[in-house]
């Protein structure tokens, strides 16, 4: 097998060092070191991937693409294929702030509501006492826990908190709730089906963010943009594949629908979305140029039109005066 060009480490290269890199980010770097383009090149595209992760396999390390759930944009990253104490020794995190993650993993996908999400006090106040395992199971648990556990004050929590934010292994939002980032995605597909976490009837990924059957006795989850790929066509059935009720329209989807006319039979979506721009540029073509022609346009029709109204009381004036002359000369006549 022949070993890897530049081509493939200078993509690695790019992975490890920047981290999870989304899909527009990685074909760009695709494109600059392969000079093509993979939406036109997908084959080469994936017999590339293909060529790293048979080298990769190697060492239990994959490059893998999963999707954001919070955002549907797609990411590319390396893992690591195993879990063991040996790998452990890698990390930069101590066993306290790995045991503080675990609480917010669980705390996030066991959130109940579909948003994925937990409010930063919720997260502040998980506890850390029960993500370690005491091996004797003895009854004074509390005593056997690590001191390092017991002793993860208020303010390591936010500090850690903080750093797992900015290493992408969470992510938080403007109004202070906390979810996973995209290295958790990236990393544990395999942990969120050992832990039997409720998948998208979809795509068969974890659903830690997803919209719930509106049906109460119904168990299924559909991620936000399945459901946009799912329900795509207006004139589809929108019956849940598990109880056939009624899926409701997304707020997006209304308001995508105000937007979006109706095309023709023998009309391409395409063709009528170009056509509508067409008109819109050449509108706002026709108005910059009214309004910068300014004044010197409309004023002429004001004044041609009053000049008209002046012509015609000139007249009226002239054939006044013309009747009245007559007669002032017919009377010095008489005179």
């Known amino acids: 097998m022949a070993p890897l060009s530049w081509r493939h480490h200078t993509l690695l290269q790019a992975l490890l060092t920047r981290g999870p890199l989304s899909d527009r980010d990685f074909h760009a770097l695709f494109t600059a070191v392969s000079g093509k383009n993979p939406a036109t090149h997908q084959q080469l595209f994936n017999e590339t991937l293909l060529k790293i992760n048979k080298d990769l396999a190697y060492l239990q390390f994959e490059l893998r693409a999963c999707i954001n759930q919070y955002d549907g944009m797609v990411y590319y990253g390396v893992v690591n294929n195993i879990s063991d104490e040996e790998s452990k020794l890698g990390t930069k995190y101590s066993v306290a702030q790995i045991a503080f993650y675990k609480g917010l993993l669980e705390a996030i996908v066991q959130e109940a509501g579909n948003d994925g999400r937990i409010t930063s006090i919720d997260?502040?106040?998980?506890?850390?006492?029960?993500?370690?395992?005491?091996?004797?199971?003895?009854?004074?648990?509390?005593?056997?826990?690590?001191?390092?556990?017991?002793?993860?004050?208020?303010?390591?929590?936010e500090k850690t908190l903080e750093e797992l934010i900015r290493d992408r292994w969470l992510s938080s939002t403007s109004t202070g709730k906390i979810g996973l980032g995209t290295r958790s995605f990236l990393d544990l597909r395999s942990w969120?089906?050992?832990?039997?976490?409720?998948?998208?009837?979809?795509c068969n990924e974890a659903c830690i963010k997803?919209?719930?059957c509106p049906n109460e006795g119904c168990n299924v989850r559909i991620h936000d943009y399945c459901l946009k790929k799912k329900f795509?066509?207006?004139k589809a059935s929108r019956a849940c594949p598990g109880c056939s009720t009624e899926w409701p329209c997304q707020d997006d989807e209304a308001d995508g629908d105000d937007d979006v006319d109706e095309p023709g039979e023998d009309q391409a979506p395409s063709a009528n979305r170009s056509s509508?721009?067409?008109r819109k540029r050449v509108k706002a073509e026709l108005v910059e140029e009214n309004?910068?022609?300014?004044?010197?346009?409309?004023?002429?029709?004001?004044?041609?039109r009053s000049t008209k109204a002046e012509e015609v009381e000139a007249a009226k004036e002239a054939s006044a005066a013309g009747a009245s002359q007559p007669t002032r000369t017919s009377k010095r006549r008489k005179k």
């Open 123 to 157: 997260a502040i106040n998980v506890r850390l006492d029960n993500q370690v395992i005491i091996v004797d199971g003895s009854q004074d648990s509390q005593s056997r826990l690590p001191t390092s556990i017991k002793n993860f004050s208020f303010s390591q929590k």
């Open 232 to 234: 795509s066509q207006r």
């Open 291 to 304: 309004d910068n022609a300014g004044p010197s346009t409309a004023v002429p029709r004001r004044t041609s």
């Open 210 to 212: 997803a919209s719930s």
């Open 276 to 278: 509508r721009k067409k």
């Open 192 to 202: 969120f089906r050992a832990n039997d976490i409720p998948s998208c009837v979809v």
